[in-house]
């Protein structure tokens, strides 16, 4: 039994890794799937798991503890930054903006607390105190970017220290997902919410929306635009839609209508718009009527194309010329599950799906033209992760000085491939790079990194955390990270139904993103039992993601 012996115990053995880090996460992963009151902590609880390792003297070697520390981190940081970085820029229009920026108020507020616990209070350095707030927002790209930081500032020297911000994360975080929904439940009762009247308001407010795609069917019966082509009347609709099959009064016929084809009278128009315009193209083309194209004989036909090749990222829809190379129209295009009008301006993106109407024998010709691999996208284009990767660690290394630091501040191995995966995954196709990535492909990337890092964090802080935080020390931590958590969340959440009346499963999204919190999310759709709560935590992940990492690292340089 020495074999099994010397896997356990001997530190600088690889296998002694790699057993012990399986060891952990296994259980981790299991064990964050039990239910606490409807809550659990997820792939969190490695972090508890790898605690206990480090408390029961399982230990690894240091340099292979830190190298597999920092790739997860990596890995984790820049599968985040690829899925949030499409809809980084779009966050910031219309409704957006006010979920940003209350997001950022949180932001703001919380770090408010933290100083004023810190210079108020005393009796906590800051690297713990750091790691207290990261644990109360429940973030750990944080964690990961101050440890990082410090490492970057105070070399070995910082061992000590990141321990400390290590076990601050993990005494702050149970009592940090407590208090989001704490803060959910005292928003509905102060302001006495009922669940229901919020769903009428909420379909009201989806009924007007411009985003998804309307189609219907009006019969021409405005004189003033009889005999005119489709692009005369397009200039007189001055506002984004389709006509995607016409059937001609005069003869039956379905055709798939050009720019140069005439509008007749009683012609029937399948056009696909914008819903709150309707009564826009009634007023002018003519009245609606129910009609199931479907049922109709023709060579017009409806199917989706998936775009799986590079060549077409970056292209526009207006350039591919497709009425006049396939006789096609081109009506929506889906992008991550939400349908977009398929305007000529719109700039394809690997993995869309047009949906194209016209003869089955053009449309396979345009599938083939196009890709339309569902093959080609589950393979993972690894030269545009790793090559992203470099270029995020290049620009994390650069060194930018502040006026009142004394260090130049860097972006860091989480800063920088983070930054670097958002331009990527927003511009990447102006330099031909394929940045789609499947969900499964995306999820799985992520999961390892964020594993394997708390996995590290957990067993490098494991050896002290009892002593440490099973104390008064400890208690204290436990109390400044819930008045970080809760404070901010119902002060907003005040300011965001009393001023802006927003929609109570918005708000619930809203505190959930602004701490990038899963189970807080997973409560407020169980709650709200509709997507809204999903919509406003995407509003807000990618800024506050963003801010959550470069926040913490201005933290540890400016008061270190």
């Given at each position: 039994?020495?074999?099994?012996i010397e ?9 002694h ?22 809550i ?7 972090l ?12 690894v ?10 790739f ?12 949030v ?10 409704g ?13 507020l ?15 350095s800051?690297t713990n ?17 101050a ?6 500032v105070?070399?070995?020297a ?6 400390g ?11 940090g997902?407590?208090?989001i ?15 229901d ?6 379909d ?6 411009q ?6 069917t ?19 609709i ?7 099959r016409m059937?001609k009064a005069?003869?039956g ?38 009609m ?20 077409y990222s ?6 591919l ?10 009506t929506?295009?889906?992008?991550a599950?939400v ?11 690997i ?17 083939e ?5 569902v ?11 790793f ?34 995966a ?8 102006k ?45 204290r ?9 809760f ?12 001023k ?39 509003t ?21």
């Amino acid at each position: 039994m020495s074999w099994l012996i010397e896997l356990i115990t001997d530190n600088n053995s690889v296998a002694h890794a790699i057993f012990l880090y399986a060891l952990v996460i296994a259980f981790g992963v299991i064990l964050g799937k039990i239910k606490i009151f409807g809550i659990s902590l997820g792939v969190t609880f490695v972090l508890f798991v790898g605690i206990l390792a480090g408390h029961l003297q399982l230990s690894v070697n240091p340099q292979i503890l830190n190298f597999i520390r920092e790739f997860g981190l990596i890995l984790f940081i820049f599968s985040i930054g690829l899925q949030v970085g499409p809809g980084f820029f779009s966050s910031f229009k219309k409704g957006g903006l006010i979920l940003n920026g209350l997001a950022v108020l949180i932001i703001v507020l919380n770090i408010v607390v933290a100083l004023a616990i810190y210079f108020g209070f005393g009796g906590i350095s800051i690297t713990n105190l750091v790691g207290v707030l990261s644990g109360a927002v429940t973030n750990t790209p944080g964690l990961g970017a101050a440890q990082q930081t410090l490492t970057e500032v105070q070399g070995a020297a910082a061992a000590e220290a990141i321990q400390g911000m290590s076990m601050g994360y993990a005494a702050a975080y149970p009592l940090g997902v407590l208090g989001i929904i704490l803060s959910m439940i005292l928003v509905k009762a102060i302001f006495r919410i009922g669940l229901d009247k919020e769903q009428e308001s909420l379909d009201q407010e989806n009924e007007q929306s411009q985003l998804k795609p309307h189609v219907i069917t009006l019969q021409v019966t405005n004189a003033l635009i009889f005999n005119h082509t489709v692009k005369q009347v397009h200039d007189v609709i001055d506002r984004n839609y389709v006509i995607s099959r016409m059937k001609k009064a005069s003869t039956g016929e379905i055709i798939i209508p050009k720019s140069d084809t005439l509008i007749e009278k009683d012609d029937l128009l399948l056009i696909v718009i914008s819903a709150q315009e309707e009564h826009v193209y009634e007023s002018v083309i003519g009245h609606k009527i129910d009609m199931d194209w479907n049922m109709t004989s023709g060579p017009a036909v409806s199917r989706r194309i998936l775009v799986t090749k590079s060549e077409y990222s970056g292209r526009k829809i207006g350039s591919l010329r497709l009425h006049m190379g396939y006789k096609l129209n081109v009506t929506r295009v889906n992008r991550a599950g939400v349908d977009l009008l398929a305007n000529p301006n719109l700039a394809l993106q690997i993995g869309d799906r047009l949906t194209v109407v016209g003869n089955i024998d053009d449309i396979n010709r345009l599938a083939e033209r196009m890709g339309n691999s569902v093959k080609r996208l589950n393979q993972p284009n690894m030269f545009t992760m790793f090559f992203g990767i470099l270029l995020g660690i290049v620009l994390g290394s650069i060194p930018i000085a502040f006026p009142g630091m004394s260090v130049p501040m860097k972006l860091g191995l989480a800063g920088g491939p983070l930054i670097m995966a958002i331009l990527i995954s927003c511009f990447g196709y102006k330099v031909k790079l394929v940045t789609y990535t499947s969900s499964a492909a995306s999820l799985m990337l992520r999961e390892i990194g964020i594993c394997l890092f708390l996995a590290s964090v957990g067993i490098a802080a494991g050896g002290d955390f009892a002593e440490t935080v099973f104390n008064a020390t400890g208690l204290r931590w436990v109390i400044y990270g819930f008045f970080i958590t809760f404070i901010p969340l119902l002060i907003v959440g005040l300011i965001a139904r009393y001023k802006y009346k927003l929609n109570y499963f918005s708000i619930m999204g809203l505190l959930s993103g602004s701490y990038t919190d899963p189970p807080a999310l997973a409560y407020s759709n169980k709650t709200a039992n509709n997507d809204a709560p999903a919509v406003a935590y995407s509003t807000v992940y990618p800024l506050t993601m963003f801010l959550r990492v470069i926040s913490a690292q201005i933290l540890i340089l400016a008061l270190i």
